[in-house]
């Protein structure tokens, strides 16, 4: 985006699917309005545009990575397709907001921000741990020290998805798996309240009849002593449930990824607490207010140094179980 050329950044969006539909309708309760949008089909394209006013329709979605008018591009497509788009749109000059999660492995994250600081352009990744406001208020009181240290975190996170190997939940030649699709939810949340990446994992995985993580647990330590559980799954229904326990108290989150709400209770008195700070249908709004904010001012809103080390993790964790995909052979 040049200096002095518009005040609020010119959208284009790589999708339709359902976070494209999220994303053109938090723009809009922002009092804006989505520029471009491109579909490997074009009729798709027409659809959506048709639907919330999008001004530019690519009848080539590569258009997109080249068009002048274009400032930031959010990939919504699947995340075995991100580094591919990634690497199109850095080199054409744009600010890419990447859905969860961000790309396949490490190596291809590390290139992605060796290629973006080149051509000083910002890469983040839509997690919403690091954009609804509870968490933000969350750290504050964590930080203020009135709950101690935190010690132990425990995420749940699993649904019940019928056996379609088809589908790409399951399906490896697009990505599918619980660690990639909600692990990296659990990992980001665990990330966010721990002092320090996890140095030490250990985990075991069920795989399904394709071959992916149907199923996952892990334990993390890092070097201050804190430790996390993780329990995925996408065959078995768990509620969407993280706790933070520290000295002098816990926290409990339901609905985690994209929380409004959060119990504190206090481990002498019993007393327990509720903050409420934001809106799970405002998630998306959220990120793109951040991502904004990151562009216009420079703010350290995207936490790109947490999705590194996030994404570290689970590639770390496939590596130990032998799981690949297509893409990395």
Excluded at 212 to 238: C, F, I, P, R, Y
Excluded at 309 to 322: I, P, S, Y
Aim: with cysteine; aromatic share 8%; proline share 3%.
């Amino acid at each position: 985006m040049s200096e002095g050329k518009r005040d609020d950044l010119r959208w284009a969006v790589l999708g339709t699917g359902v976070i494209a539909n999220e994303m053109a309708q938090a723009l809009k309760k922002s009092g804006k309005r989505l520029y471009a949008v491109g579909n490997r089909t074009y009729s798709k394209a027409v659809a959506f545009a048709e639907k919330y006013g999008v001004e530019k329709i690519y009848r080539d979605f590569n258009e997109m990575f080249t068009d002048p008018e274009v400032d930031a591009i959010y990939i919504t497509t699947p995340h075995n397709t991100h580094i591919e788009f990634m690497r199109k749109a850095i080199r054409g000059g744009k600010h890419i907001f990447v859905e969860k999660s961000i790309t396949l492995n490490s190596n291809e994250l590390k290139e992605a921000v060796e290629l973006a600081e080149k051509h000083h352009v910002l890469v983040g990744e839509a997690m919403t741990i690091y954009h609804m406001p509870l968490y933000g208020k969350l750290k504050e009181i964590l930080d203020s020290g009135e709950l101690g240290r935190v010690n132990i975190i425990t995420v749940n996170f699993g649904s019940f998805k019928e056996y379609d190997m088809s589908n790409r939940f399951f399906n490896r030649n697009l990505a599918g798996g619980a660690m990639l699709d909600i692990g990296v939810y659990a990992l980001s949340l665990i990330r966010w309240f721990m002092r320090t990446d996890p140095e030490r994992m250990v985990s075991d995985v069920r795989p399904a009849p394709t071959g992916v993580d149907e199923q996952a647990t892990m334990l993390l330590s890092n070097e201050e002593g804190q430790m996390a559980a993780v329990a995925l799954s996408l065959h078995s229904k768990q509620p969407k449930r993280a706790m933070i326990s520290c000295e002098k108290g816990y926290i409990e989150i339901m609905e985690f990824p994209r929380a409004w709400e959060a119990r504190i209770t206090d481990a002498v008195s019993g007393d327990v607490r509720t903050v409420r700070i934001g809106e799970h249908a405002d998630a998306l709004k959220y990120e793109l207010e951040d991502f904004e904010a990151a562009v216009r001012n420079g703010e350290d809103r995207l936490h790109l140094d947490l999705t590194e080390d996030v994404m570290e993790l689970m590639t770390k964790a496939r590596k130990a179980w032998g799981l690949t995909y297509p893409e990395e052979e």
